[in-house]
């Protein structure tokens, strides 16, 4: 049974910093991993993506800003936030893809972390 279990979130000022993790677990191979973001009354928005190859994608308000990396050998993916702002406010899902033989990438979310940036 794949689990995606995330940690990291919680109550910053603006400018600081928080570093979400989220692991990975009975899920084989692992493809694409990346992270979205969710606020209330809205759709789950993409912040950061990266290949299994190590490319990475930001959505442009959070370049400059927000680093992720994964560790495939430890199935878990990373977001660092850094001079975080009050609009990055949200709940933060991470999604990672599965790859199995034969079969489509199928994708695995996250529970979600709750990260709230006080002005």
């Known amino acids: 049974q794949v689990q995606l279990v995330e940690s990291g979130g919680g109550l910053v000022q603006a400018g600081g910093s928080l570093r979400l993790s989220c692991v990975a677990s009975?899920?084989?191979?692992?493809?694409?991993m990346g992270w979205y973001r969710q606020t209330p009354g809205n759709q789950r928005n993409w912040v950061a993506s990266?290949?299994?190859?190590?490319?990475?994608n930001y959505e442009e308000s959070v370049k400059g800003r927000f680093t992720i990396s994964r560790d495939n050998a430890k199935k878990t993916v990373y977001l660092e936030m850094n001079n975080l702002k009050p609009e990055d406010t949200g709940v933060y899902y991470c999604?990672?893809?599965?790859?199995?033989?034969?079969?489509?990438?199928?994708?695995?979310w996250g529970q979600g972390t709750q990260v709230t940036v006080s002005s």
């Open positions: 999604k990672i893809g599965r790859i199995q033989l034969g079969r489509p990438e199928s994708y695995y």
């Open positions: 009975g899920i084989g191979t692992i493809g694409g």
């Open positions: 990266i290949t299994s190859g190590g490319a990475t």
